[in-house]
Nanobody, 123 residues
Framework: QLKLVESGGGLVQPGGSLRLSCAAS????????IGWFRQAPGKEREGVSC????????IYADSVKGRFTFSRDNAKNTVYLQMNSLKPEDTAVYYC????????????????WGQGTQVTVSS
């Protein structure tokens, strides 16, 4: 059974950094494009980034370009989202998701989701 588990969230001050992890089990991660999404209270789920199955292509939302970096370690069946220069508006529950086809930041295109990890940016 395909399973994704996020970790690495927490409370950080503005300007700080966090690294989120998304570990896969039950399937081979390098066959899938992986997306990161976030949802703040009262807001719709937002696409943050996507990395292709090979890792050779990434997509970033304008709101995180230059601050977030998406990488994957297929040997560990894990992907990572390095988040730097965090802002209060980055506060949300972050989810990873998998799909077999091309990369996109459209949430409806993904069928397999993790349970999410909370990121709070506050002083």
């Amino acid at each position: 059974q395909l399973k994704l588990v996020e970790s690495g969230g927490g409370l950080v001050q503005p300007g700080g950094s966090l690294r989120l992890s998304c570990a896969a089990s039950g399937f081979i991660l390098n066959n899938y494009a992986i997306g990161w999404f976030r949802q703040a209270p009262g807001k719709e789920r937002e696409g943050v980034s996507c990395i292709s199955s090979s890792g050779g292509s990434t997509i970033y939302a304008d709101s995180v370009k230059g601050r977030f970096t998406f990488s994957r370690d297929n040997a560990k069946n894990t992907v990572y989202l390095q988040m730097n220069s965090l802002k209060p508006e980055d506060t949300a529950v972050y989810y990873c998701a998998a799909r077999l086809r091309f990369c996109t930041v459209v949430a409806d295109a993904f069928g397999s989701w993790g349970q999410g990890t909370q990121v709070t940016v506050s002083s």
